[in-house]
C-alpha cells in the first residue's frame, strides 16, 4: 500500500533517526507492524512513551548487567544507557539528574576498590602486586579482617568490576527515571493503589512549598530581632512553619472531597480481607521469584514459578481492589508499537543474557586467572545493541512545558470601565 | 436552586450560632453575591452549599440545605461534587495535581466522566478561561490569577449546577482579579451556572448580580436586590457609600451609573478639595528617616529591584505601588536589612544629631512612642536583628510568620521584652546582638522611648482578646498585632508589605486610622499595597514601581489621577475634580452646608 497523496510525512519522519543508526553500523530499522505507513508516520508524532516502557527496558537491561562481569559488555550497557537517555530524555527537571546518577555509579566504584585496598584479602602466589600499604595490627579476635597489606592487580580489577556491574544497575534505574515522568509512572497505577499514587504526587508539591515556608519564617524572625539558630529560634520558626502545613493539608482535604476525591463503590469486608491476603501472597512469591531469577544460584523453576504466582496473584488483589474504586483517567498514556519495540529491545538483551546459550557462557564471567583481555562474545553484544534501537524505536519527546507555544498571548484583560479620565492630566 | 430552610448552624465551643434561621432560594442561573465582614459567616454559608459545614468543618447544622434536590446533611461533599462546586481565597491550596492540563482533569476523574466527554470538556475549559496556553504549565509557574482560574475551571469542567466561590480575588493584585471576574461574570452568562460569590471588590461583579445576601454579623441573613441590600450593608465600594452620601436612590452599583448622576453633586464641590487625614509634616530640608540609594536586588539571573532610590520622612505614609512581581517587596525588604541587596546604600535612624526637625513634628515627637531620635544613623544591614528593627521595622505579608506563642497576651509581653533587652530576658538579643552598637547605646540612653505593646494595640485595634490563640485572630487583628509587635521596638521607619490582602473594607479602614496615627508620632511609613482605594484613603505620597525601576513618585492626589489604572472610584466619578475618596467628599458637603 501507497501512502495516499499529499501525506509525505511518514518517510520523512522517521528516516533522520534511522539513517544515523544505519550509518552507525548497527543492526536492522525497527520492527514495523502489519499496520499501514500511515499509522507508522501517526506514531512518529512526538509523544511521551509510556513510563512503564522505559521501565520494563531499563529493567531488562538491568537484567543483562546483573548476568555478566565482562567489563566490555558493560561498558556497551553504560554506552547503550547513556545514548538512549541522550537521544530521548524530555527538558523537564526529572530528566537531568542522569548526571547524577553517572556520579554515584563512579561513586560506588570508588569505594568498591577502596575497600579492597584498604582490607587485604589476600593475595594468591601468581599475583601481580601493585604496591604495599603498612599493615595495621589488629587484635586476635579480630582476624578475619586485614587492614593494609600488598594490594594486587587482581584484586582491584576484580573490585572495579563489580563496582562497574553495581553501578551498571543504578544507572539503569537512573535512565528509567530520567526518561519517563516519574508522575506519569505513578498514574499507571492499578485502581486499588491511586491512593498511593495521590499521596505521592501531594508530596511531592508540598514539598517545595513547605522549603518555601521554612524560609520565610526563618527571613522574618530576623524581623522581631531573633536568631535563626538556637532552640529559641527553633521553635519560632518551627510553629508557624507546622502551623501553616497544618492549615495548608485541612485546605487541601477540604478541596479534594469538596471535587470528589474518595468516591468508593461497593466494598464488602469479606472482600477487602481477601484483597489484602491476596496481595501479601502475591509480593511473597514476587521476592521469591526475583530472588531465583537474578540470583544465580537457585534453580531456574523456583525463579519463574515463584514469579508467576506471584504476579498472578498480586494481579488478582489489584483487579479485586480496583473494583471499589468508580474512577476514570484522563489521556492515558497509550501503549502502541513503539511501547513493545522498546520493551522488546530490552528483553532481547535480558534473555540472551540470561540463557547463556548460543555462545559460551563463561566468555560472560572472564576469569582474572591468568589476567588477559577479556574476550567479546558475539550474540550478547549484539543483543546489548539490540537495546539500543529502543533511542529509535521510541517517539521523540514532546517539547516540554518549558518552550511555551507560539499561541501563549497574554489573556486580554477586561477593560477598565473608564477609558480614559477626562481632564486628568491638567 | 439551593434552599436554606431555617438553617443554624452552631460550631462546637461556640456560645451562640454563626448562622440563624437563615431562609434563602437562590434560583438556578443567579449570580449571588455574599456580602458581609470578616467573622459574620460568608465562609459558613458558602460551606454548607456544598457539605463541607458541617461535614468537613464540624459543627451543628440545624434545619436543612438542599442543592439541586440533595440534601446536604445526608450527602457528603463528595457526593455533591457533581451539583456542587468550590473554590476558595488560595487556589494554591486546593491544587492535587502539578500541571494545568491535570488538575483541570482531577475532578472529573474523581467523577468517573468518560475520556472521551472528559477531553472535549477540558477543551472547552480551556478555552471559556483562555488557559489554553498554558496547559503543559507546571500550576507552581502560574500567576496568582491564573491559578484561580485554573481552580474554577477545575471546579467547572465536572458541569456542576452551582459553583461556591469564596472570595476568589481576596489575594491578588487589581489586574489578575479582573480576569477572574470576568471569567466568572461570562460563566454565569454563557453557561447559566448558579454561582454564590463572597467578595470584597463587589464594585466590578455588582453590575452584574442577581442578587445580594447581606450577613451584618449577628447570625441573621437579608436578601434581595442589590441596591437595596447594598443601602442597608455598612461598609461597601466607594461607589455605594458616595450615593449614600449623596442620597441617590437607587444606588448607583457601577462607575458609570455613578458618573451619570455625578454631573449636578460636581458642580456643589469646591476645588480644591478639603484635607481630610493628616499632613504630611515633611518640609523641604527636613531629613528623611530613611535614605535608599541605588538598591539593587537580584535572585540568580532575576534583577527584582534595579537602582531604585527611595526616602522616606517623618510623617509621611508613602504607597509602594506597581504589578505583582515589580520590586515593591524586594525593595522594602532590603531597606530593612534583612533582605538581599546586591549594591546601594541604605541609612536610617532618629535624624542627624543636631539636625534641625520638621517644625511640624516636634509636638508630636515629644510623645512617648514616636520613634527614637538623637541617635547616629546606620545601616540596619549592617546592625544585628535586634538593632536594625529599631530603626526600621517591617509587617511581612503573612503576619502571622511572626507569630509563634499561644496567646495573644503571651506575644504582647514577648514583645516587650524583645524591646528591652536590659529589663527582661534578652537572651534573644544578648545571644546574636553585638555589643557597642549605635541602636543599643541608643535604646540604653532612652528606654521611655518604647511603650508597652497592648497599650500600642489597643491603639491601633481595641478589643483583641488577650487570651486568644494568635491564629484565631482575624487577618486584620492578627495584622494590628504584628504591627504593634514592630512598633514596640520605636521605629524610625515601618514598612508594610501587602497589608490589605484579605482585608475587609472595616479592617482597611482601621489600618487607615492606625497608619493616620504613626504618621501624626512621626514614624516614616511606607505601604507596599495593590489597593487604589486604601492607597487614596492612607497615602501621602505614591511610588510606583515597574520591573524592578521606580517609574513615578510624587503626591498621592497627583499620581493617583493622572492613570485610569490607579484612580480610586472616587476620582473616576468626579474627574476632572481631584477628589479622591468619600470622606473628602463628605467633608466638602459638610463645609458647604456650614457656609
Not at chain 1, 564471567?365 to 539490540?386: D, F, Q
Request: hydrophobic share 45%; aromatic share 4%; with cysteine.
Amino acid at each position: 500500500m501507497s501512502p495516499p497523496a499529499g501525506w509525505p510525512g511518514p518517510l520523512r519522519a522517521v528516516s533522520p533517526p534511522a539513517v544515523r543508526l544505519a550509518s552507525a553500523g548497527a543492526v536492522s530499522p525497527p520492527p514495523v507492524p502489519p499496520n499501514s505507513l500511515r499509522a507508522l508516520g501517526s506514531g512518529r508524532l512526538p509523544r511521551a512513551l509510556h513510563p512503564v516502557a522505559w521501565w520494563l527496558w531499563a529493567i531488562a537491561l538491568a537484567t543483562a548487567a546483573s548476568r555478566t562481569s565482562n567489563p566490555l559488555l558493560l561498558l556497551m550497557i553504560f554506552a547503550v544507557l547513556g545514548f538512549v537517555v541522550t537521544m530521548r530524555r524530555t527538558e523537564a527537571p526529572w530528566a537531568r539528574g542522569y548526571r547524577f546518577y553517572l556520579l554515584m555509579a563512579l561513586t560506588v566504584i570508588v569505594i568498591r576498590v577502596a575497600f579492597r585496598v584498604v582490607f587485604e584479602t589476600g593475595v594468591n602466589p601468581g599475583d601481580h602486586v601493585l604496591f604495599a600499604l603498612p599493615r595495621l595490627p589488629t587484635p586476635g579476635w579480630y582476624s578475619g579482617v586485614q587492614i593494609g597489606g600488598r594490594v594486587s592487580l587482581e584484586a582491584v580489577l576484580s573490585a572495579v568490576l563489580d563496582g562497574a556491574r553495581l553501578a551498571c544497575l543504578l544507572c539503569c534505574i537512573g535512565a528509567a527515571n530520567t526518561l519517563a515522568n516519574p508522575k506519569r509512572a505513578l498514574r499507571v497505577l492499578p485502581g486499588a493503589l491511586y491512593e498511593l499514587g495521590t499521596a505521592v504526587t501531594v508530596a511531592l508539591s508540598v514539598a517545595p512549598q513547605l522549603v518555601e515556608s521554612v524560609q520565610r519564617v526563618r527571613r522574618a524572625r530576623r524581623l522581631r530581632g531573633g536568631g535563626r539558630r538556637g532552640p529559641r529560634a527553633l521553635r519560632a520558626i518551627a510553629v508557624p512553619v507546622l502551623h501553616d502545613a497544618l492549615e495548608r493539608s485541612l485546605r487541601l482535604a477540604a478541596a479534594m472531597d469538596a471535587r470528589g476525591y474518595g468516591r468508593t463503590g461497593p466494598a464488602t469486608r469479606a472482600s477487602r480481607r481477601l484483597t489484602a491476603l491476596l496481595m501479601l501472597g502475591g509480593l511473597a512469591g514476587l521476592c521469591l521469584g526475583a530472588y531465583g531469577l537474578l540470583g544465580a544460584g537457585a534453580p531456574a523453576g523456583v525463579g519463574l514459578g515463584g514469579f508467576a504466582a506471584g504476579a498472578a496473584l498480586c494481579l488478582g488483589a489489584l483487579v479485586l481492589g480496583g473494583r471499589r474504586v468508580s474512577r476514570s483517567r484522563y489521556r492515558p498514556d497509550p501503549w502502541r508499537w513503539q511501547e513493545w519495540a522498546v520493551v522488546g529491545s530490552g528483553a532481547v538483551s535480558a534473555i540472551v543474557l540470561s540463557l547463556g546459550a548460543g555462545y559460551d557462557p563463561a566468555a560472560l564471567n572472564p576469569s582474572l586467572y591468568p589476567l588477559s583481555w577479556p574476550a567479546l562474545p558475539v550474540l550478547p553484544a549484539l543483543a546489548i545493541l539490540v537495546a539500543a534501537l529502543a533511542a529509535v524505536a521510541a517517539p521523540p519527546p514532546p517539547a516540554g512545558p518549558g518552550r511555551p507555544g507560539p499561541e501563549e498571548a497574554p489573556v486580554p484583560a477586561p477593560q477598565p470601565a473608564v477609558a480614559a479620565l477626562p481632564g486628568a492630566t491638567r | 436552586m439551593i434552599r436554606f430552610d431555617r438553617v443554624s448552624v452552631t460550631y462546637d465551643g461556640a456560645a451562640s450560632p454563626v448562622l440563624r434561621d437563615v431562609n434563602l432560594d437562590i434560583d438556578e442561573g443567579e449570580l449571588c453575591l455574599v456580602i458581609g465582614h470578616t467573622g459574620s459567616g460568608k465562609s459558613t454559608l458558602l460551606g454548607a452549599v456544598n457539605g463541607l459545614v458541617p461535614h468537613f468543618t464540624g459543627g451543628t447544622l440545624a434545619g436543612r440545605v438542599t442543592v439541586d434536590g440533595r440534601d446536604t446533611a445526608r450527602f457528603r461533599p463528595r457526593e455533591l461534587a457533581d451539583v456542587a462546586g468550590g473554590v476558595g481565597q488560595d487556589p494554591q491550596a486546593g491544587f492535587v495535581t502539578d500541571t494545568v492540563e491535570e488538575e483541570l482533569a482531577y475532578t472529573m476523574e474523581q467523577l468517573a466522566v468518560d475520556p472521551a466527554a472528559m477531553r472535549t470538556r477540558l477543551e472547552e475549559t480551556l478555552d471559556l478561561f483562555g488557559l489554553a496556553g498554558l496547559r503543559q504549565r507546571p500550576l507552581s509557574a502560574l500567576s496568582g490569577g491564573q491559578q484561580q482560574r485554573v481552580a474554577i475551571g477545575a471546579a467547572l469542567t465536572a458541569h456542576p449546577r452551582v459553583l461556591v466561590l469564596d472570595e476568589p480575588t481576596s489575594a491578588l493584585d487589581p489586574a489578575s482579579a479582573e480576569d477572574v471576574l470576568a471569567a466568572i461574570t461570562r460563566l454565569v452568562h454563557d453557561l447559566g451556572v448558579t454561582v454564590m460569590l463572597a467578595e470584597h471588590r463587589l464594585e466590578r461583579v455588582l453590575p452584574y448580580a442577581d442578587r445580594a445576601v447581606y450577613l451584618p454579623g449577628d447570625g441573621t441573613v437579608t436578601a434581595g436586590d442589590p441596591a437595596t441590600v447594598l443601602a442597608r450593608a455598612q461598609p461597601g465600594p466607594p461607589v455605594a457609600e458616595l450615593g449614600r452620601l449623596a442620597g441617590w436612590e437607587p444606588l448607583p452599583l457601577s462607575v458609570r451609573d455613578a458618573r451619570r448622576r455625578a454631573p449636578a453633586l460636581r458642580a456643589r464641590l469646591p476645588d480644591p478639595p478639603p484635607v481630610v487625614h493628616h499632613v504630611s509634616r515633611n518640609r523641604p530640608g527636613a531629613s528623611p528617616a530613611v535614605d535608599a540609594r541605588g538598591i539593587v536586588v537580584r535572585y540568580g539571573s532575576l534583577v527584582a529591584v534595579r537602582g531604585a532610590s527611595l526616602a522616606l520622612y517623618p510623617g509621611e505614609v508613602t504607597a509602594l505601588m506597581g504589578r505583582n512581581g515589580s520590586g515593591k517587596s524586594s525593595l522594602l525588604w532590603a531597606i530593612q536589612g534583612t533582605g538581599q541587596r546586591a549594591a546601594g546604600t541604605v541609612q536610617a535612624g532618629g535624624t542627624q544629631a543636631g539636625g534641625a526637625r520638621p517644625e511640624g513634628a516636634q509636638p508630636e515627637g515629644a510623645q512617648p512612642g514616636g520613634p527614637a531620635t538623637g541617635g547616629a544613623r546606620a545601616d540596619p544591614a549592617a546592625l544585628a536583628p535586634a538593632a536594625a528593627r529599631r530603626l526600621v521595622g517591617l509587617v511581612p505579608q503573612t503576619p502571622a510568620d511572626l507569630l509563634y506563642l499561644d496567646t495573644v497576651d503571651a506575644e504582647l509581653s514577648q514583645a516587650d521584652k524583645d524591646a528591652r533587652p536590659e529589663a527582661g530576658t534578652g537572651a534573644g538579643t544578648a545571644a546574636d546582638g553585638r555589643p557597642g552598637d549605635a541602636a543599643d547605646t541608643r535604646a540604653d540612653g532612652a528606654p521611655g522611648d518604647s511603650r508597652p505593646s497592648r497599650e500600642i494595640l489597643d491603639e491601633i485595634a481595641p478589643g483583641v482578646p488577650p487570651d486568644a490563640h494568635p491564629r484565631d485572630l482575624s487577618a486584620g487583628q492578627q495584622l494590628a498585632l504584628v504591627l504593634a509587635i514592630q512598633l514596640t521596638a520605636a521605629p524610625a521607619a515601618i514598612l508594610l508589605d501587602e497589608p490589605t490582602r484579605g482585608l475587609d473594607y472595616q479592617a482597611k479602614a482601621g489600618l487607615t486610622a492606625a497608619l493616620d496615627r504613626l504618621a501624626g508620632r512621626g514614624h516614616a511609613i511606607a505601604v507596599a499595597t495593590h489597593d487604589v482605594e486604601f492607597a487614596a484613603r492612607s497615602c501621602d505620597r505614591v511610588v510606583v514601581m515597574a520591573e524592578g525601576e521606580i517609574i513615578t513618585d510624587g503626591p498621592a492626589a497627583a499620581v493617583l489621577t493622572a492613570s485610569p489604572t490607579f484612580a480610586p472610584q472616587v476620582a473616576k466619578i468626579l474627574a476632572p475634580l481631584p477628589y479622591l475618596t468619600v470622606p473628602q467628599i463628605a467633608a466638602a458637603l459638610g463645609q458647604v452646608a456650614a457656609r
